[in-house]
């Protein structure tokens, strides 16, 4: 199976109607050879893993791609795609601050049948900032257009015996549900709380900080800390 031939995503388009950046004869774009998966050393990470757009709801045709940088260095980025002319992204490059995360919006500007199941994907690049061209990570999202949008509320307003009032289905859930006894309450708290305080340490090799080198902490024990706390969230919110 050949590789997709990706390319840059259109870019968000000026009040003149032309492609932000572009340059050159019209229509020009901008071609980048695939990074092999062996050279992704830094993770990349994008919020949604995947697009879905719906071709009866306007709303979905916009998507917006979250791309975090937990590191603390700036890191600069590329969107790519395997169909740019399907789509247009706004700020398709641009830098992604040390501990902060950037929105990158993306819409699909093609609705037609002939295009309804087929999985495009993008490709977000990333290097650091200073550090030359040489790209350090990359993350591909598979994006999918659907004819229509599964209407569970409709399917079940169709047929009496599916539909359950709200109350129920919360009487239900809640008889599932088994209140927490105090001592797992409090090793939950004090594991919420050791987790909490993970976050709020500074990383390793942070000039900045005056704390001891011993009390800093790497970019994965904040992670592992993040993904405990909000384990942590769901528990009490399902309880």
Known sequence: MRPPFWKMAAPREKTDGTPAGSRGAPGAERRTTPVPPSLSALPVFVFPPALDFYADEQSSHKQVLTLYNPFPRGLRYKVLSTAPLRYTVIDAEGIVRPNSCIDIVTRHRDIRARHYGTMDRFRVEVWEEGGGRAVVGSKDIPATLHPTKPQSRERGA?????????????????????????????LYILVGLIALLVLMLPLQGDPRSLLNENLHVSVIQKLVAAYVLGLLTMVFLQA
């Open 158 to 186: 169709r047929d009496p015996a599916a539909w359950r009032p709200p109350s129920h289905l919360f009487s239900m859930r809640q008889g599932v549900s088994r209140p927490l006894s105090p001592g797992l309450f409090s």
